[in-house]
């Protein structure tokens, strides 16, 4: 190997040209959380004109998973394969590098054969391209091998006593190193190498500064001892680099690798929701709070956390003129009385920002992805751009929110890149992430041109979780598209879960992951609904009132209620066409039946959903037009928003309720139609679509498939002439399930399984495992 000439070298390193070419396991992904936030600090910003490359015995294939994670800076190149490949920040191969190494390369299966005849070798089955590795013993490496790999033109490199690599000749990271300072145009005085294995070797051969991290192979350090130019660090990983550079002389501007230290707060959990708990009104200039509408719904449980004291604040944007509005009041109490240790930490964010960031980048990218209509989505890099100073600005505010070792519970894909942020700016969180939506399929999720961005970015929380098993697993699944992952802990899903016979149903569900290092726990669950309340309210004067007013408005005929936002996910056409082609197969049931469907509109600005309501009115139209008598019409169709009690009137008066999205992550309205007819007294028939998350839970429901036109109009005709022994079963099994599993308990246990976490976190495995 050429050495570099050394001679006249400066003694101290230039930050302007520094190049640090590192190992990645045991090195640059090892260390403390402080001395790794350091060295990305210097390569992310700090050192602008520094370059970084990874150089690593790791295939391509699996390195890429890295350039998604936050936690780990940004290479301006990569060698990998042990010297096999380079390629440069955008994966491109490195010319003329990449053709060499090619042409002096016989390819795998030339290896696979000369080597058939050496049974001790065990392939290892790892991404890999231009080189063959093995699992081998020392005992292994004979003469016969190595005139057998030296009659391929090969070299063999043996490392921690069990990797036999078969390589090009010529080729191997020292060597990679100086080819592409030499095409890159690097001053070799300037490069520092590091390293913790044999592996590693030939990059301090090659003559370059070095550093041999702390607890690195005994033999690597062994072979560096009278290399005067490589330091044998104390500490581990970056620690180790960081010890490096001092001792190379590497002096960095005052304040260049200093901590731009967070200031804690002392919230010790941290609400991470895109909306505040409250509803913010102007009037007069003056900005009141004022509680929001329904009282049903995730708000009140979330809340409650802080019912007993606990320090907290709730993160969200509160809209302004600009994001530095004057007179700004960044932190307002929520409810001195009712939670005296909780405050809001507003968010200024501009009606613009709202706009792209929500309106219509989480609506019109991310939003037909995860319901699974590709077909309906838009992809605009400078909507994703704001989408990331937003989630951004999200998870600054909640670093500078919470006590050092607190909780940060982060909320839905508007935030998906809080993670990605938030974990390098505290190492020390708990971080736990609730998807209220669906997680799709991983085929319909790598859609995303930024899927890697946002699996990287979840991968740095310490608990995700997920209404239902199946969208952990397909969770898992895009992980395990996305990255090296190691599956862990799976548990069975029944009896509390459906599992064959349901579109969304699974038998077993995984329960951790293992990633570079880290542990990412996951677990079901299904929100729940807030039955004490339906019950109450069921139990007014006003609700009462209401429920009588309907009962004597449908006059002994079968009310079948069907509520649902204004969206092409919940299929309302393909339930209004349902409805009329059994009014067509079963004219026996005209003038007994009515169909009460009540549409919530969409936000106001959601021009997505404007054709879909013009349909709806048509064909509402074309239905009461085709069927209606004098005294009869057999669709009461409301465009608009109800108070919670009316709501609640109109499940109890209807003896059906038919909840037949095409796709949805959960669906409340299927859990309060259960709690209310229970609080009632009244049993109540369920129509299900089988892909509402709420399906494999619901024992008891009639699940129907949506796509399927006849099974719609058979089912909701089975579901009005079902009998009343029947129908008491299975409104007694969902009413048991819904009660018992409500919307506190979803909290409680949401809590509680962050309680169980390792009370270190997921990160200090790998700093365990360097040191070990």
């Known amino acids: 190997m050429t050495v570099i000439e050394t001679r006249h070298w400066p003694r101290q390193l230039d930050p302007s040209r520094l190049v640090l070419a590192t190992d990645l396991d045991g090195t640059l992904l090892a260390g403390t959380h402080?001395?790794?936030?350091?060295?990305?600090?210097?390569?992310?910003?700090?050192?602008?004109?520094?370059?970084?490359?990874?150089?690593?015995?790791?295939?391509?294939?699996?390195?890429?998973?890295?350039?998604?994670?936050?936690?780990?800076?940004?290479?301006?190149?990569?060698?990998?394969?042990?010297?096999?490949?380079?390629?440069?920040?955008?994966?491109?191969?490195?010319?003329?590098?990449?053709?060499?190494?090619?042409?002096?390369?016989?390819?795998?299966?030339?290896?696979?054969?000369?080597?058939?005849?050496?049974?001790?070798?065990?392939?290892?089955?790892?991404?890999?391209?231009?080189r063959v590795s093995f699992y081998a013993t020392e005992d292994a490496i004979t003469p016969a091998l190595r005139a057998a790999v030296d009659a391929l033109d090969c070299d063999l490199l043996f490392s921690a006593g069990r990797y036999l690599d078969v390589l090009p000749r010529g080729v191997g990271k020292g060597v990679a190193v100086r080819r592409l300072a030499e095409v890159a145009g690097f001053d070799p005085a300037h490069i520092v190498v590091a390293g913790d294995t044999l592996n590693d070797l030939s990059m301090f051969e090659a003559g370059f500064r070095g550093v041999v991290v702390g607890a690195a192979e005994p033999a690597l350090v062994q072979a560096v001892r009278k290399m005067p130019r490589v330091v044998v660090a104390d500490a581990a990983g970056c620690g180790g680099i960081l010890q490096a550079f001092d001792r190379h002389g590497l002096r960095l501007d005052g304040d260049a690798a200093a901590h731009d230290a967070t200031s804690y707060g002392e919230a010790e959990l941290v609400m991470v929701y895109h909306r505040l708990p409250y509803d913010e009104v102007v009037e007069g200039g003056v900005t009141y709070q004022r509680r929001p509408k329904s009282p049903n719904g995730i708000m009140p449980t979330l809340l409650s956390f802080f019912a007993g004291g606990r320090k907290g604040s709730w993160v969200a944007w509160s809209q302004q003129a600009s994001r530095t509005p004057a007179d700004f009041i960044p932190h307002v109490a929520v409810d001195a009385q009712r939670y005296p240790q909780l405050k809001a930490a507003r968010i200024p964010l501009t009606a613009d920002d709202i706009d792209q960031f929500y309106k219509k980048f989480s609506k019109e990218a991310f939003w037909p992805i995860i319901f699974s209509f590709p077909d309906k989505a838009e992809f605009r890099q400078d909507h994703w751009e704001r989408f990331l100073e937003v989630n951004r600005l999200f998870a600054e505010q909640t670093a500078r929110e919470a006590a050092p070792g607190a909780t940060a519970w982060i909320h839905d894909y508007n935030l998906w890149m809080v993670p990605a942020f938030l974990r390098p700016l505290r190492p020390d969180l708990t971080i736990a992430f609730f998807h209220h939506t669906a997680f799709p399929s991983s085929d319909v999720f790598n859609i995303l041109p930024w899927r890697n961005d946002i699996i990287g970015s979840l991968l740095q929380c310490d608990y995700v979780g997920f209404h239902i098993p199946r969208y952990v697993e397909n969770f898992v699944d895009a992980a395990r598209s996305c990255a090296p992952v190691e599956v862990l802990d799976a548990v069975p899903c029944a009896p509390r879960y459906l599992t064959f016979g349901c579109a969304l149903g699974v038998d077993r569900m995984h329960t951790a992951l293992e990633v570079g290092?880290?542990?990412?726990?996951?677990?079901?669950?299904?929100?729940?609904?807030?039955?004490?309340?339906?019950?109450?309210?069921?139990?007014?004067?006003?609700?009462?009132?209401?429920?009588?007013?309907?009962?004597?408005?449908?006059?002994?005929?079968?009310?079948?209620?069907?509520?649902?936002?204004?969206?092409?996910?919940?299929?309302?056409?393909?339930?209004?066409?349902?409805?009329?082609?059994?009014?067509?197969?079963?004219?026996?049931?005209?003038?007994?039946?009515?169909?009460?469907?009540?549409?919530?509109?969409?936000?106001?600005?959601?021009?997505?959903?404007?054709?879909?309501?013009?349909?709806?009115?048509?064909?509402?139209?074309?239905?009461?037009?085709?069927?209606?008598?004098?005294?009869?019409?057999?669709?009461?169709?409301?465009?608009?928003?109800?108070?919670?009690?009316?709501?609640?009137?109109?499940?109890?008066?209807?003896?059906?309720?038919?909840?037949?999205?095409?796709?949805?992550?959960?669906?409340?309205?299927?859990?309060?139609?259960?709690?209310?007819?229970?609080?009632?007294?009244?049993?109540?028939?369920?129509?299900?679509?089988?892909?509402?998350?709420?399906?494999?839970?619901?024992?008891?429901?009639?699940?129907?498939?949506?796509?399927?036109?006849?099974?719609?109009?058979?089912?909701?005709?089975?579901?009005?002439?079902?009998?009343?022994?029947?129908?008491?079963?299975?409104?007694?099994?969902?009413?048991?399930?819904?009660?018992?599993?409500?919307?506190?308990?979803?909290?409680?246990?949401?809590?509680?399984?962050?309680?169980?976490?390792?009370?270190?976190?997921?990160?200090?495995?790998?700093?365990?495992r360097s040191a070990a």
């Open 517 to 768: 290092g880290r542990r990412v726990t996951l677990g079901a669950h299904p929100v729940g609904t807030n039955a004490g309340l339906i019950a109450d309210l069921v139990k007014s004067d006003d609700v009462g009132r209401q429920i009588t007013e309907w009962d004597e408005y449908l006059d002994g005929r079968t009310g079948i209620i069907s509520i649902e936002r204004l969206d092409y996910v919940k299929g309302s056409l393909e339930k209004l066409q349902a409805y009329e082609r059994m009014l067509e197969q079963h004219p026996e049931l005209l003038g007994k039946v009515m169909l009460i469907n009540i549409i919530t509109p969409a936000a106001s600005g959601m021009e997505i959903y404007d054709s879909l309501r013009e349909e709806l009115d048509r064909v509402v139209g074309r239905i009461n037009g085709r069927f209606s008598t004098l005294g009869w019409v057999p669709v009461r169709y409301f465009y608009r928003s109800l108070p919670f009690e009316d709501v609640v009137a109109h499940y109890a008066a209807c003896d059906v309720a038919w909840i037949t999205p095409l796709r949805d992550g959960l669906n409340l309205v299927a859990k309060e139609y259960v709690a209310t007819r229970h609080a009632a007294g009244r049993p109540g028939t369920l129509v299900l679509s089988e892909f509402a998350g709420a399906a494999v839970e619901l024992h008891g429901a009639l699940l129907v498939n949506p796509y399927d036109r006849n099974a719609m109009s058979a089912t909701l005709y089975h579901a009005l002439t079902m009998g009343a022994d029947e129908v008491a079963y299975r409104s007694g099994r969902m009413a048991a399930i819904v009660n018992d599993r409500d919307v506190a308990r979803w909290g409680d246990d949401f809590l509680a399984a962050l309680a169980a976490l390792p009370a270190s976190g997921a990160d200090e495995t790998a700093d365990e």
């Open 34 to 130: 402080e001395a790794r936030r350091r060295i990305r600090e210097l390569f992310s910003g700090a050192l602008p004109e520094a370059k970084l490359v990874f150089v690593t015995g790791r295939g391509l294939e699996t390195v890429i998973p890295l350039l998604s994670d936050p936690t780990v800076p940004r290479p301006h190149y990569i060698i990998a394969d042990v010297g096999a490949t380079i390629v440069d920040a955008d994966l491109r191969p490195v010319e003329p590098l990449a053709h060499e190494i090619a042409a002096r390369w016989p390819g795998s299966q030339a290896v696979l054969k000369a080597l058939a005849d050496f049974p001790e070798l065990v392939r290892q089955s790892v991404p890999q391209e231009r």
